[in-house]
């Protein structure tokens, strides 16, 4: 009687879990949706707020979840790159500063110099790790796609 008991409740069980799953996937799917609008209209703290409370909310939806990491990073790539935007205007005009020091016959008097190349250097330092940044991310985010394609075309095969 156990037995076919067991062997009756175990379909309307899986049933059950997988239109729960479907539904999370969906959820977590809608999610994702609202962080890419946020993130469109360059509001990235946010966007990103929205894929964690995702993670936290669906820990079981799985293609969402390697969804969200593509669009993650995407939020780190853009806020990157307008991070290195405002960095290279910035270090423009602070070269323009060095080059009418450098110009400038201060005998004995190179303290203001001596800070704006520091200063230059600086600049020159983080704008560079920025740049590391975006491309780094922008082959992350190229190197996830194929994974996540490749994954995909693996379980349509099973």
């Known amino acids: 009687m156990r037995k076919a008991l067991y062997t009756l409740l175990l379909p309307v069980i899986a049933?059950?879990?997988?239109?729960?799953?479907?539904k999370e996937e969906e959820y977590a799917g809608r999610m994702i949706?609202?962080?890419?609008?946020?993130?469109?209209?360059?509001?990235?703290?946010?966007?990103?707020?929205?894929?964690?409370?995702?993670?936290e909310t669906f820990p079981t939806a799985?293609?969402?979840?390697?969804t969200g990491i593509i669009v993650m990073d995407s939020i780190e790539l853009l806020a990157a790159q307008d991070t290195l935007a405002i960095m290279d205007?910035?270090?423009?005009?602070?070269?323009e500063i060095l080059k009418k020091l450098e110009t400038e016959k201060r005998r004995g008097n190179n303290a203001e110099y001596?800070?704006?190349r520091t200063e230059v250097f600086h600049l020159k330092q983080r704008f560079d790790e920025l740049g590391a940044k975006v491309k780094f991310y922008l082959r992350k985010?190229?190197?996830?796609?194929?994974?996540?394609k490749r994954d995909t075309g693996n379980k349509e095969q099973d």
């Open 15 to 22: 049933c059950s879990c997988t239109g729960q799953e479907d």
């Open 33 to 55: 949706d609202a962080a890419r609008t946020l993130m469109t209209e360059g509001n990235y703290v946010a966007a990103k707020d929205s894929i964690l409370a995702m993670r």
């Open 62 to 66: 799985f293609k969402a979840r390697a």
């Open 89 to 95: 205007s910035t270090l423009m005009a602070e070269q």
């Open 114 to 116: 001596y800070r704006q």
């Open 141 to 148: 985010i190229e190197v996830d796609m194929l994974e996540n």
